[in-house]
């Protein structure tokens, strides 16, 4: 039970919640708010992964400004927020190993919202972003390994 916590605290959450519910449905009354003890051990699982959620959706908005914006100016912001967010995702992912394979699920759920941010960000400040909408409706073009190691697109749009 230990190395569950120590390999996978998500799935040991989800585990705690699933026996916690069995003693419930059994009548073990120990005295325990089982509805809100379960809510609460459930919640920690999902906070990792929220965060977790939240660094790679900011790294791959980065990333989808830094391939189509023709701008040379906030390229470097771009690159320290994607720095900084990598080392929070890795962060995330050392202590947790149990998020490692749940990322292409978490880069599959952010893209949509990625797309739409860095869109709307791109275009609060003058820019066009029919690039990023034309050329990523589908799937994200980024794996895994892109978004956490050292890769950054080349500028696909205008000089």
């Not at 325990?32 to 959620?53: K, P, Q």
């Amino acid at each position: 039970m230990s190395d569950l916590y120590e390999q996978d605290f998500i799935g040991w959450t989800e585990q705690q919640a699933l026996l916690l519910r069995k003693a419930a449905d059994e009548g073990n009354n120990l005295g325990l708010d089982w509805t809100n003890l379960i809510e609460e051990v459930e919640g920690l699982g999902r906070s990792e992964l929220h965060a977790l959620s939240s660094q790679i959706g900011r790294i791959m908005v980065h990333l989808l400004k830094l391939e189509v914006s023709p701008s040379t100016t906030p390229r470097a912001g771009c690159e320290d927020s994607i720095a900084d967010a990598r080392g929070e995702a890795e962060s995330l992912l050392e202590s947790d190993p149990g998020l490692r394979p749940r990322l292409a699920a978490v880069v599959a759920r952010e893209w949509p919202r990625a797309v739409k941010q860095a869109a709307a960000m791109l275009r609060a400040h003058g820019e066009d972003p029919s690039g990023i909408i034309a050329r990523h409706r589908a799937a994200t073009p980024y794996t895994a390994e892109q978004i956490l190691g050292d890769w950054l697109p080349e500028r696909s749009g205008p000089p």
